[in-house]
């Protein structure tokens, strides 16, 4: 079951800002009350053709469906009607690996400082041109997050409308100017596994990574990691008696572990879109990714041929 599961809820509003925003507050006191709660926020509203929304995180997907199904938020749901506060569509459901419901796209932003308004100009320009396209339901923008992360959520009625729009010449003309305001490129919310697959749905299909970028990926926190193992644990095992046979499988339960849970998540986060098989398909995005990976293979051949100190087979000398 993930963890960090958030769900967000768009909203008709005949009231003004300050009296949704005051309402909304009130949804999130609840949220905050229940168990595994974590955060909240409420959608910028700075643009008619942003939705307003209302964010909320909890530690795990039970916790999260209890209170969404609760009395608590019922009443507080109730209220916000009797103001004119009414739901335009389900709660949205998000991991922290990709959408849980179908037909959303999720994007993180990096927003340079000072850059805060000309990001909102363009997500309101997507917006205005996603609003032209078919099945188009409503963008979505959050507030920066503890980590100083935007999230930008735009909604279709299915996979197959949203797969259309991030591939139409709309989108990409409208696209134009937005990464100037950000530190580094936006990147899509996807399922990436630890081992470097993105799985996304195209067409109602699943489409993955292909083999050849995972395996490029695994080969170069591999090869590192098995290098610094046998040049560091390896003596350890040496020196507690363990013979090769046992001191290699000590050392490949190592390895798998820190790949598992903390390196390969954190070599996939720069190569989040050349990963991805819809953003990441085309022939330069791949090739350029390639490249540099490519170059980091040098970089630590380099490194392990000429630090005498991280060879293992002359550590002792």
Known sequence: MPEHVHAITA?????????FRDWAEELLASAQAAPGHTSGRIAVDGDPVLDRAVAVTFSHEEQLHRWLDGLDREE????????????????????????????????????????????????????RAA????????????????????????????????????????????LSGLRATLRKDFSAVSNTTPFATT?????????????WKSAMLVLLVLYPTVMLLS???????????????????????????????????AASRPFRRWLDPIDGSGARISAGGAVVIVVLYAVTLTLFATVHELQFWDYAT
Do not use: C, K
């Open 76 to 127: 507080v749901l109730r209220r916000g009607q009797q103001r004119g506060f009414w739901r335009s569509s389900g709660d949205v459901l998000l991991a922290d690996d990709g959408p849980m419901t179908l037909g959303v796209g999720a994007f993180r932003h990096a927003v340079t400082v000072g850059g805060e308004e000309e990001f909102l100009r363009m997500q309101v320009r997507l917006a």
């Open 231 to 265: 040049r560091f644990l390896g003596p350890v095992l040496d020196g507690l008696g363990a013979g090769p046979w046992l001191g290699l499988w000590v050392s490949q339960i190592v390895s798998v572990t820190a790949m598992q849970w903390w390196l390969m998540p």
């Open 199 to 211: 799985v996304r749905t195209e067409d109602g299909r699943t489409v993955m990574t292909p083999n």
């Open 11 to 19: 909203f008709h509003s005949a009231g003004g800002v300050a009296e």
């Open 131 to 174: 609003a032209g396209q078919p099945g188009y339901e409503g963008t979505i923008v959050l507030p920066a997050d503890p980590r100083g992360e935007s999230l930008s959520l735009v909604r279709f009625r299915t996979e197959r409308q949203l797969e259309a729009w991030m591939r139409s010449a709309a989108r990409t003309e409208a």
